[in-house]
């Protein structure tokens, strides 16, 4: 029966049924990925605020306690004002936790925190009033009893947080079994698809394409032999052309892949790049909080607050650095302003000066004049200058000195342009290592995440310019910062 059908009619069935299966998969694929979508914004919208809503709370009730201890010390009226401030936070995370309450469970642990908190307050204003009053040791004892009610709202908002974690987890299992589903499908159609396709192989070698070899192969002995050894030679000529395709296309492939696994890799850091800044925002809170109280409480020397102040700048920039992070891992947008690069080397240096010291090496700083002003981050442009400069003193286990040249210069287009190099006296990087040095998670040090330098690559390029290295073993290392002087403009490398 199968042989009575058409040869045409057999191909035409074959493609339909190849067509169809692909169609399918496509259909069956587009659905999961909705499914998945629904997934995720039923966690981002829902599960995710009601996560947050728990730490503020946790966090709220953490730092009254803290406030009220502060006001035991040393009976600073402000502390009343800060534990006034962090009450109301903690009553608005409640409103936000009694908006996510889903469960008549949640719900009741929301009731529980409310009523506990409540009695929680008016003891604690005794507590207050007792100090105020100045009785501390009554005041004292009347603290150590309300512990128990601050341990046990600590505890339901813990409850309430894992009630929502395991939402999430419900929902992460349901999507990994609809999954598991799908991809039991996708292999059922592509076996299917793969014997189809070697079914249809078979029939046009068999049916197409020997008949056509036959043919060529006597042409020459038709009469029309002429005519079919040109067509033959016009067909060749047409397949030289599409291997000279096939040949371009492998390289676009190539680079393709090449730059596929490294947008995978940094989709690798995002992720892992989120998970710490919530790791280290609770830890960093209770460092702002101990310099903010030392800063009140010590009598520093000039040395000590320029010491705390450049402490206290670089805290702020962790935190701008970890907010960035947890909005959903995306590199920061630079804060372009007009700045001199000048400004941005002596910061990064008087940043370093005691890990420089730390390892004998000293800086030499070339300049006729300072750089002239031009538009940028100067954050970003410092933990490019930071990254380098410690990267020359890991090379340099002896000692050593760094060479920091400034200069102007002019593109082949008229663009002014400024440079910063950064050079070192250390042993050089070898020649195997070189075209690998900017590549995501490559490092020669055992330490090293291998980020640093393809950071500062990424910085560099988003403002415009590019970043470029010289090196022979022996004689150092050199890299070569260039940016566009005038703003609004970059130009290409020529």
């Known amino acids: 029966m199968w042989k009575s059908i058409s040869l045409r009619s057999r191909i035409l069935f074959m493609l339909s049924l190849l067509v169809l299966i692909t169609v399918g998969g496509g259909l069956t694929s587009i659905w999961h990925v909705l499914m998945m979508e629904k997934v995720f914004f039923t966690v981002t919208d829902t599960e995710m605020p009601a996560l947050k809503a728990a730490q503020a709370l946790k966090d709220a009730l953490v730092m009254q306690k803290g ?17 006034n401030k962090h009450h109301k936070a903690f009553e608005d995370g409640l409103k936000q936790a009694r908006r996510w309450a889903a469960t008549d469970n949640e719900r009741q642990i929301v009731n529980e925190i409310d009523s506990r908190y409540i009695r929680y307050r008016q003891q604690r204003d005794q507590v207050v009033d007792l100090y105020r009053r100045g009785n501390k040791e009554e005041g004292f ?81 038709s009469t029309a032999g002429e005519r079919m ?17 096939i040949d371009q296309t492998r390289d676009k492939l190539e680079w393709s892949r090449e730059h596929l696994q490294q947008s995978e890799k940094w989709a690798m850091v995002g992720k ?91 800086v030499a700083v070339k300049r006729t004049g300072r750089l002239p002003m031009i538009s940028a981050d100067p954050d ?3 933990e490019v200058l930071v990254n380098l400069i410690v990267n020359a003193c890991d090379v340099m286990l002896d000692g050593g000195t760094i060479w920091i040249e400034e200069q102007t210069t ?10 910063i190099s950064v050079k070192d006296d250390g042993p050089g990087v070898p020649e195997s290592v070189r075209t690998k040095m900017f590549q995501p ?26 970043l470029d290295f010289q090196s022979e073993e022996g004689a150092g290392a050199c890299f070569i910062i260039t940016l566009p002087r005038r703003e609004d ?4 490398r020529s």
């Not at 406030?67 to 534990?83: M, R, S």
């Not at 050894?229 to 395709?245: H, I, P, Q, T």
């Not at 403009?489 to 290409?492: A, G, R, V």
């Open 67 to 83: 406030y009220v201890t502060y006001y035991f010390q040393d009976g600073d009226p402000n502390w009343l004002k800060q534990l």
């Open 141 to 221: 004892k009347l603290q150590q009893e309300v512990r128990g009610d601050f341990f046990q709202i600590i505890q339901l908002c813990r409850d309430y947080q894992m009630a929502h974690e395991k939402s999430v987890a419900k929902a992460v299992e349901v999507n990994r079994k609809r999954a598991e589903t799908v991809y039991r499908m996708a292999l059922v159609a592509l076996l299917g698809a793969v014997l189809l396709g070697l079914f249809l192989g078979f029939t046009l070698i068999e049916q197409v394409l020997g008949p056509i070899r036959q043919l060529a192969a006597g042409a020459d002995k």
């Open 229 to 245: 050894e040109d067509e033959v030679k016009a067909l060749g000529n047409r397949f030289d052309s599409l291997l000279r395709d």
């Open 272 to 362: 892992l790049a989120a998970g710490v800044a919530h790791s280290v925002r609770n830890p960093l809170t209770s460092v702002k909080m101990r310099l903010f109280s030392l800063e009140r409480c010590l009598d520093l020397t000039i040395h000590q607050k320029e010491d705390f102040e450049v402490i206290s700048e670089e805290i702020r920039n962790i935190d701008k650095i970890v907010n960035n992070f947890l909005a959903y891992s995306r590199p920061p947008k630079l804060r372009m302003r007009a700045v001199s690069p000048s400004e941005v080397v002596d910061t990064a240096v008087q940043l370093l000066r005691h890990r420089l010291e730390s390892y004998n090496v000293k």
């Open 380 to 382: 970003q442009l410092k």
């Open 410 to 419: 002019a593109s082949d287009n008229g663009g002014q342009l400024v440079v």
């Open 441 to 466: 998670f490559f490092s020669t040090k055992e330490e090293g995440t291998g980020l640093g330098l393809s950071i500062a690559l990424k910085i560099v390029e988003e403002h415009g310019g590019w």
């Open 489 to 492: 403009e970059s130009w290409e």
